[in-house]
């Protein structure tokens, strides 16, 4: 989690994977969108275009509407491709609500390392540690792949993780201001960790729960959580 000047705005962010409040459905329709410049681990650069749908306003003295939804188009380097990757920060099973660490490529193969946004999210994606949700693209979609399969060389986060400072949701981010955005989060949001961490901050953190099939989740004692779910949990290439 990110401390100083942006740490509201990111526990705004998580807080998706546990609330969208009665406000949250208010003022559909607001969007920013902006471009992302991406230092690659060999030392190329790409310009990625990256876009935020939001909500209303999750509290009455909120000063940042939630996220809803978000998009992302980047280029295939050496190839005149584009390939898109897109998320739903409504609650699970209703949307992934994954946060973007990292783009990189393997040859020209598309990975994306990914984290949970939020309590509900966190479980809903079987409670990861490390805290990761990691993608390939294989030419038609992504498809889920483990830590073990998601290349050694794409280490450091190269975006813009969560939501950036508001006075950088138009034009450029340059790779300068990415870092500087970044600057402050958890080790695990700035590099990807490949053991298992068992102290400081993280979503690890989080209460266990598990979704009950009738439209909520709860702990395995049996207990609640206080929003429920209305859709059944998604898969993904045959994982719930």
């Given amino acids: 989690m990110k401390y100083g ?63 809803l939804k978000e ?27 994954l946060m973007l660490v990292l783009v990189g490529f393997f040859g020209d193969i598309p990975y994306i390392a990914t984290t949970p946004a939020g309590c509900i999210a966190y479980n809903y994606w079987k409670r990861p540690n490390p805290p990761y949700v990691f993608f390939k693209y294989d030419g038609n979609e992504w498809r889920q792949i483990s830590l073990a399969e998601f290349p050694l060389m794409l280490k450091e986060s190269n975006v813009a993780v969560g939501r950036p400072d508001s006075n950088h949701r138009t034009g450029l981010l340059t790779v300068e201001t990415i ?50 779910i209305t859709r059944p949990p998604i898969s993904t290439d045959g994982q719930n």
């Avoid at 409040?21 to 681990?41: I, Q, R, T």
């Avoid at 992302?72 to 949307?95: I, L, S, Y």
């Avoid at 102290?199 to 009738?214: I, S």
């Avoid at 049996?222 to 429920?228: D, E, F």
């Fill in 5 to 67: 000047k942006r740490l509201g705005v990111l526990v705004a962010f998580m807080v998706l994977g546990t609330s969208l409040n009665a406000f949250g459905f208010l003022g559909f329709g607001n969007s920013a969108s902006w471009k992302e410049e991406v230092l690659l681990h060999d030392g190329r650069k790409i310009v990625v275009e990256r876009s935020q749908t939001f909500g209303g306003y999750p509290t009455l003295d909120s000063h940042e509407r939630v996220i």
């Fill in 71 to 97: 998009k992302w188009v980047f280029p295939v380097p050496g190839t005149g491709k584009k390939v898109t990757w897109e998320t739903d920060h409504r609650n699970p099973p209703q949307g992934e609500s």
């Fill in 179 to 228: 870092k500087e955005e970044n600057r402050n989060l958890e080790p695990y949001l700035r590099q990807i960790i490949r053991e298992p961490i068992t102290k400081d901050d993280g979503p690890w953190r989080y209460p266990e729960m598990e979704y009950d099939g009738k439209g909520g989740w709860r702990s395995p004692g049996g207990a609640k959580a206080p929003h429920p």
